[in-house]
């Protein structure tokens, strides 16, 4: 079974930038499309962003398109998310997850979850 563990988050100031990575065990990382999810205390969960296995299709959210990077390095079972030009709004609890099928915006078609790494923005 596949385990995520998040990492990278913390306090930082409007306009600034983190690099959130998300490690996996499991032999077969590669296999999985990743997808990182958001939520804000009293909000839905929301979806950011997805990568294919082989990062061949890459989408994003439209509240982070243009400011957020997702990428993955199969060789060290990680997945990351680049997040640039912080604002306020993106104060949540970022997750990343693993899927081998359905949609990609859908939570429900992600079978492993990490257990989340606060970001926090705020000057």
């Known amino acids: 079974q596949e385990q995520l563990v998040e990492s990278g988050g913390g306090l930082v100031q409007p306009g600034g930038s983190l690099r959130l990575s998300c490690a996996v065990s499991?032999?077969?990382?590669?296999?999985?499309?990743m997808g990182w999810f958001r939520q804000a205390p009293g909000k839905e969960r929301e979806w950011v962003a997805s990568?294919?296995?082989?990062?061949?299709?890459?989408r994003y959210g439209d509240s982070v398109k243009g400011r957020f990077t997702i990428s993955r390095d199969n060789a060290k079972n990680t997945g990351y998310l680049q997040m640039n030009s912080l604002q306020p709004e993106d104060t949540a609890r970022y997750y990343c997850?693993?899927?081998?099928?359905?949609?990609?915006?859908?939570?429900?078609?992600?079978?492993?979850w990490g257990q989340g790494t606060q970001v926090t923005v705020s000057s």
């Open positions: 499991g032999r077969t990382f590669s296999a999985y499309s």
């Open positions: 997850a693993a899927r081998n099928s359905g949609h990609y915006m859908d939570s429900t078609s992600y079978d492993y």
């Open positions: 990568i294919t296995w082989t990062a061949g299709i890459i």
